[in-house]
């Protein structure tokens, strides 16, 4: 499976500033896509990744507040723009790639929010 | 309408014993695929397990397996001889037809006690 990282794995941010979070992959991957968990939830789907194109967002998500960058096919980023408390959540990026049964998704091991 | 239904919120095992973690589901395509993860309070999220809708035996990996009821659209998650390090929630989630997409449930949350 592939390996991901990502930065920053945590962060306390104010209210009304942005966040940039990476993601890296030490493969290429087609397919990656960004989730928030927030407190006590489950994960939401908020976009697919492409590579070379705008991301593709999920209902109840905007660009303009969280603005995918996809340079590559290893690398991606999230910004969370002009912040507020209910922002805070676990945001964590996923690849698809092989697995032992399937093509199966893989998790970084995500970025803890905090907005103040 | 929910597609992943995880109706057990909190449970608690005794170390070295069993715990079964509920998962049903509901779609219309015939060809779909059921994924278990595990996130420990650290957050990240780890794959454990697949059931694919067309196979035939339940699926197994370790001390985990996966008791697939297809008529029942089940497919629960049993863990044998469960060890403190267990302790976590586990989320049931679903692929359906040629989409890469994820639908979760709400997740289960495990205790094992010494």
């Known amino acids: 499976s592939a390996v991901i990282s990502q930065k920053p794995s945590r962060d306390i941010c104010q209210r009304g500033t942005s966040l940039t979070i990476q993601c890296q992959v030490d493969?290429?991957?087609?397919?990656m896509f960004w989730y928030r968990q927030q407190p006590g939830q489950s994960l939401t789907l908020i976009a697919t990744a492409n590579q070379g194109s705008e991301a593709t967002y999920e209902s109840g998500f905007v660009i303009d507040k969280f603005p995918i960058s996809r340079p590559n096919l290893t690398f991606s980023t999230l910004t969370v723009s002009n912040m507020s408390p209910e922002d805070s959540s676990i945001y964590l990026c996923?690849?698809?790639?092989?697995?032992?049964?399937?093509?199966?998704?893989?998790f970084g091991p995500g970025t803890r929010l905090t907005v103040l | 309408a929910q597609k992943i239904t995880q109706t057990q919120p909190g449970m608690f095992v005794q170390e070295k014993e069993a715990v079964t973690l509920d998962c049903t589901y509901d779609t219309s395509d015939p060809s779909y695929g059921l994924f278990w993860y595990k996130q420990p309070s650290s957050g990240e999220m780890i794959f454990l397990i697949y059931q694919g809708s067309y196979d035939q035996q339940n699926a197994t990996e370790g001390r985990y397996s996966l008791n697939f009821q297809k008529a029942r659209k089940s497919a629960n998650l049993v863990i044998s001889a469960s060890q403190l390090g267990d302790s976590a929630m586990y989320f049931c989630a679903m692929r359906e037809g040629p989409d890469y997409k994820l639908s979760f449930g709400a997740g289960t949350t495990v205790t094992v006690r010494a």
């Open positions: 996923s690849v698809v790639s092989r697995g032992r049964w399937t093509d199966t998704q893989y």
């Open positions: 493969s290429q991957v087609t397919m």
